[in-house]
């Protein structure tokens, strides 16, 4: 396994991360670069706080480009880096997955509750 | 995008979530059912408490199956389900991905530190 320090638990790091991998799915499902509140607002139940942090957190990585157009008031655009393109399809088969196997997951969950009462029934 | 009701957005934040895929990993990689003790060795910078929570919820969510032999002391396993096994190419690709691209994030991120310097020093 990745020991503490190795630099590829990092890279996990980035994509364990529900929110990065919103942001980077709402990007790559509009095919442009998004307005900063255009993006906040597909993104249900994120704070601003976090919101920002993800944004920066992806920019440092290299998989988002943050896009400042001299207008008044600045525009400002976010849009994927070649390399937040190719991880899209990483996303995008994490999203389908979770799609496809929900059901079973949630009957799994039920089965392990049902199991749980009986067994604090017969305590 | 996902609401914050969505199933599959549930479904999502057990695989964004750094731990659970460390473990399915690891199961995956010795493809065989693993001891408690032995499973923590191999991850490194878990607490005990993270420990047992991941567990717990990985086997709730039917991706790992708790094996209890009435032994004495009781020995118990975790393996993978078949639904744990199919989420194992989705893991994997995760940790290929990162391996391929760390040098490039890391060097996104040299960049957008040094470039952080130049913006203060020039205020």
């Known amino acids: 396994m990745h020991g503490r320090d190795c630099p590829s638990r990092t890279v996990i790091e980035v994509l364990a991360n529900k929110w990065a991998l919103y942001v980077l799915g709402a990007i790559r499902r509009y095919e442009r670069p998004m307005r900063f509140s255009e993006l906040r607002r597909l993104l249900d139940g994120i704070t601003q706080k976090m919101f920002t942090q993800t944004l920066r957190s ?6 988002i480009r943050r896009d400042v157009y001299p207008t008044v008031p600045p525009k400002v655009e976010y849009g994927l880096t070649p390399l937040g393109v190719d991880v899209g399809w990483l996303t995008n088969a994490v999203a389908e997955w979770a799609v496809e196997n929900v059901d079973q997951i949630f009957a799994a969950r039920d089965a ?11 305590l």
């Open 58 to 63: 992806l920019e440092r990585d290299g998989l």
């Open 112 to 122: 392990y509750d049902e199991k749980a009462i009986e067994t604090t029934k017969q």
